[in-house]
T-cell receptor
Framework: GAGVSQSPSNKVTEKGKDVELRCDPISGHTALYWYRQSLGQGLEFLIYFQGNSAPDKSGLPSDRFSAERTGGSVSTLTIQRTQQEDSAVYLC????????????FGQGTRLTVV | GQQLNQSPQSMFIQEGEDVSMNCTSSSIFNTWLWYKQDPGEGPVLLIALYKAGELTSNGRLTAQFGITRKDSFLNISASIPSDVGIYFCAGRRYGGSQGNLIFGKGTKLSVKP
């Protein structure tokens, strides 16, 4: 597609369940980023993939959060044993190599943990 | 995690008025960015600044990278109804991760026609 695509757009899950959020980056973009936006807050960095390099996981808030990027394209963010404080909009972005300042964001997945 | 201090939190202005918002940080940044986010959408980049003192315009928008490298401002001239949205500043620290942008909490702009 022309832009960054995220699915689902909305997800409601019960506390304790696992969820998977998907991101399809712009074709040809080697860098992929995940951010989290809580209500009324700015974006919070989670994880960054660049090509075949080891991802920068320094923003993941706990070991319940993990992400992978298969084949250098699609990425999945997994949250295990969800908690209510995980409720937020999860935004994915992609860019050309090392060009975070030129990244394009998707529309996000709104996660609600009840 | 660390966030930038962005002000004001919200603005409610008359159409045609000029708008100014700013961000400050306790750390030195090598890049400052300004984004606009509409409801249900991801942020869209408005202006990117890469050098201290740099002043850049994009139509009615003007932004500057502060000389101290710890602040930036965004001005919008002659506001129109479609300027409504949330504006975020973001920056990258010296020595920070390539992918880690630090964001402010946003300035919500409302415009009265």
């Amino acid at each position: 597609g022309a832009g960054v695509s995220q699915s689902p757009s909305n997800k409601v899950t019960e506390k304790g369940k696992d969820v998977e959020l998907r991101c399809d980056p712009i074709s040809g973009h080697t860098a992929l980023y995940w951010y989290r936006q809580s209500l009324g807050q700015g974006l919070e960095f989670l994880i960054y993939f660049q090509g075949n390099s080891a991802p920068d996981k320094s923003g993941l808030p706990s070991d319940r959060f993990s992400a992978e990027r298969t084949g250098g394209s699609v990425s999945t963010l997994t949250i295990q044993r969800t908690q209510q404080e995980d409720s937020a909009v999860y935004l994915c972005a992609s860019s050309l190599e090392y060009r975070v300042t030129e990244a394009f964001f998707g529309q996000g997945t709104r996660l609600t943990v009840v | 995690g660390q966030q930038l201090n962005q002000s004001p939190q919200s603005m409610f202005i008359q159409e045609g008025e000029d708008v100014s918002m700013n961000c400050t940080s306790s750390s030195i940044f090598n890049t400052w960015l300004w984004y606009k986010q509409d409801p249900g959408e991801g942020p869209v980049l408005l202006i990117a600044l890469y050098k201290a003192g740099e002043l850049t315009s994009n139509g009615r928008l003007t932004a500057q990278f502060g000389i101290t490298r710890k602040d930036s401002f965004l001005n919008i001239s002659a506001s129109i109804p479609s300027d409504v949205g949330i504006y975020f500043c973001a920056g990258r620290r010296y020595g920070g991760s390539q992918g880690n942008l630090i964001f402010g909490k946003g300035t919500k702009l409302s415009v009265k026609p």
